[in-house]
């Protein structure tokens, strides 16, 4: 990690210490449904793009993917909304969000995640928390591009 900070990104001002909690990640095989991770855990990335991305307010009819098994150049966010990209977009984003760095050295990978995110088990506080204002004028800044699909 180059720059000894990772990112997670949050709808909401409230992380004071992380502490983590249980994750549970589920993968179809063969057409039968595997687990591939399950700890106590908090996770972040070292890729700005990708804790924007998480700062989006999911709804019932709306939500965001990002492929954290893919290429960390492909800057790919998936839309999922009923009307069109720019209405899901200021539903999820139109309130803003925060981005949260963290110390990189307490941050690490392990088997069952994608190759961009990492966990740290252990409590933890922020080192800064930014409001952002514009997480899609940030995204964009970033070179992400979005796709998207109609529920």
């Known amino acids: 990690m180059k720059s000894g900070v990772v990112f997670h990104g949050s709808a909401t001002h409230c992380i004071e210490t992380v502490e983590p909690r249980r994750n549970l990640r589920i993968q179809t095989h063969s057409g039968k449904e595997v687990i591939v991770f399950d700890q106590h855990s908090f996770h972040a990335t070292v890729h ?15 939500a965001m993917g990002v492929d954290l098994y893919g290429d960390p150049a492909d800057k790919v966010v998936g839309i999922y909304g009923p009307d069109s990209l720019e209405a899901s977009l200021q539903r999820m ?29 252990d409590p933890i506080r922020p ?16 070179g992400v591009t979005f796709e998207f699909m109609r529920r």
């Open 93 to 121: 984003y139109g309130k803003g969000g925060y981005l949260y760095s963290f110390c990189a050295t307490h941050f690490f990978h392990t088997t069952g995640l994608g190759n961009l995110e990492l966990i740290t088990k």
């Open 48 to 62: 700005r793009w990708i804790a924007l991305a998480y700062t989006d307010t999911t709804t019932p009819t709306c």
């Open 127 to 142: 080192l800064s928390v930014l409001h952002i204002q514009d997480p899609v004028g940030a995204m964009k800044a970033e």
